[in-house]
């Protein structure tokens, strides 16, 4: 597996289609492996996909609708009777704190999982590791819902040139990098100098909402941002009254926030041809847009030049 990927596990909204299981997105980054809303029948998508539980550190959960979580009890076990040697933390809403026990708990099995449910009762960091943090915004969906977004901390990119120029050599960089500065021949040497600022990479997942402020803060520079388009814009009047966004305002959002990949999911069995969701996002959004398919793989773009 590639070191910063998605794998598409499901793509239906509500009704699980024959070409469509229900909702459920593994995220692969740099060792973390974040399942993001394991619908119905995630488990048997996982090995379909290559996807093991013990790849799994993280659930998010999004919301308690059916096709976001009625996957979890599957998983769950599935990490008991692997032995999952790590913890999974899970995140979720806290007003769904009952639903969770139960899918965690919904039938008899025996149960040596480390999972540890972290509720969420707002906008938060959620994670924080030294290279990246997670967030959660709160989104507008009629039961409490969070859309999660994971950002790389920047770095800094070395510039050989400016080094030769100001003759940084061999272990003299090490010192560089690890201190910020060095001296050489009385010369002292900041970071600043020879280095640029490398943008540190974003992943952002948007699920069911209608437009609010928490979509465009998820998708703010994502490099990829999954987000549900339940809806063609011909429905918006559906869209709205149910909670949901249609792929014309999932690609104006990317468009205004500077998404780059932009992978649209979670459609409602209404339409049978997937093209349309491409043609109407492709009229608002020049990047590159992918109309999620089951069981495929999204590697998270090269970094910005
Ligand atoms: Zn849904």
Redesign the pocket.
């Given at each position: 597996m590639s070191p910063r990927e998605l794998v598409i596990l499901g793509t239906a909204?509500?009704v699980p289609t024959r070409t469509r299981n229900h909702?459920g997105y593994f995220l692969s980054w740099d060792g973390e492996g974040i399942l993001f809303d394991p619908g119905d029948g995630t488990q048997r998508q996982m090995a379909h996909a290559g996807v093991a539980a013990s790849d799994i550190t993280r659930i998010c959960l999004t919301h308690f609708?059916g096709?976001?979580c009625l996957g979890l009890p599957g998983v769950v076990q599935r990490l008991s009777l692997d032995r999952a040697p790590h913890p999974v933390n899970a995140h979720f809403p806290a007003t769904g704190t009952a639903y969770f026990e139960r899918l965690r708990h919904a039938s008899a099995f025996h149960d040596v999982a480390d999972i540890r449910p972290e509720p969420i009762d707002g906008d938060a960091t959620i994670a924080e590791r030294r290279q990246w943090t997670l967030e959660a915004k709160r989104l507008d969906h009629g039961i409490d819902c969070f859309g999660y977004r994971l950002v790389e901390r920047d770095g800094r990119r070395m510039l050989p040139e400016l080094l030769g120029a100001r003759g940084v050599h061999g272990p003299a960089v090490g010192v560089l990098q690890r201190e910020g500065a060095v001296t050489v021949d009385g010369d002292t040497i900041s970071l600043a100098d020879v280095s640029e600022v490398r943008r540190g990479q974003r992943f952002a997942f948007v699920?069911?909402t209608r437009l609010c402020a928490g979509v465009r803060e998820l998708a703010d520079g994502a490099d990829l941002l999954v987000i549900?388009s339940?809806y063609l814009d011909v429905d918006a009047g559906l869209a709205e009254a149910h909670g949901h966004l249609t792929a014309g305002q999932a690609a104006r959002v990317a468009a205004e926030c500077g998404v780059r990949t932009l992978v649209l999911t979670?459609f409602s069995q209404r339409y049978d041809d997937p093209a349309l969701f491409a043609r109407e996002a492709g009229s608002f959004f020049d990047g590159e847009v992918v109309v999620a398919e089951d069981l495929t793989r999204i590697p998270v773009p090269a970094r910005r030049p």
């Open positions: 909204s509500q909702n609708h096709d976001h699920m069911d549900e339940t979670h």
